[in-house]
């Protein structure tokens, strides 16, 4: 089945400066790839998603890409705010329309 | 437009009990999926029900349960409560479980405590 693994487990930067949350997956078949962020008592929200046909796409100070081939994906946040601390979850839709998550990146903006 | 409510927001029961949990999906979503997130872990998926009818089950025991009426709604029942089971219950819901109509929008989720 597929599996999703998430890097760093925390990241730490300064306000305005970028940051990059990793993850990779096993099952050559997934084809969604979305990214949620959870605030504390809070249910995940969705922030951006990907399709395997794209390999990019941005949203204002977000952006995701995917390099199938390699079979991994990336969330980059540039001039993060201190609005963006969280807890950053990654997902990959496997054969069976499900979401095997990530463990999460817990974000921390530093002022 | 309202998004995904959950029912009740926070629940403490003791071993042995039983629990129910609702969701109600946002107005024209078909497809409700169940999660349950322990603290500090990513959400692992549950059931996912679409038109009424079980499309997905995840790896847990049967003393989990869900079903999903009419209006789309849904219900996740838990028995024969374990120490183990206390965690953050989430339902998202869906268009379809399909190519382009899959992305899934959660509730804020229901806390359950087992003491």
């Known amino acids: 089945g597929e599996n999703v693994e998430q890097h760093p487990s925390t990241l730490s930067v300064q306000e305005g400066d970028s940051a990059v949350i990793k993850c990779t997956y096993s099952d050559s078949a997934s084809n969604y790839f979305p990214w949620y962020k959870q605030e504390l008592g809070k249910g995940p929200q969705l922030i951006i998603d990907?399709?395997?046909n794209v390999g990019e796409k941005k949203d204002q100070r977000i952006a995701v890409t995917l390099n199938k081939t390699a079979k991994h994906f990336s969330l980059h946040i540039t001039e993060t705010q201190p609005e963006d601390s969280a807890v950053y979850f990654c997902?990959?839709?496997?054969?069976?329309?499900?979401?095997?998550w990530g463990a999460g990146t817990k974000l921390i903006i530093k002022p | 437009d309202a998004g995904v409510t959950q029912s009740p927001t926070h629940l403490i029961k003791t071993r042995g009990q039983h629990v129910t949990l609702r969701c109600s999906p946002i107005s024209g979503h078909k497809s409700v999926s169940w999660y349950q997130q322990v603290l500090g872990q990513g959400p692992q998926f549950i059931f996912q029900?679409?038109?009424?009818?079980?499309?997905g089950r995840g790896n847990f025991p049967d003393r989990f349960s869900a079903r999903q009426f009419p209006n789309y709604s849904s219900e996740l029942n838990v028995n024969a409560l374990l120490l183990g089971d206390s965690a953050l219950y989430l339902c998202a819901s869906s268009l379809y479980p399909g190519q382009g109509t899959d992305t899934q929008y959660f509730g804020p989720g229901t806390r359950l405590t087992v003491l």
């Open positions: 997902a990959a839709r496997d054969s069976n329309y499900q979401l095997i």
């Open positions: 029900y679409y038109e009424k009818e079980e499309r």
């Open positions: 990907i399709r395997s």
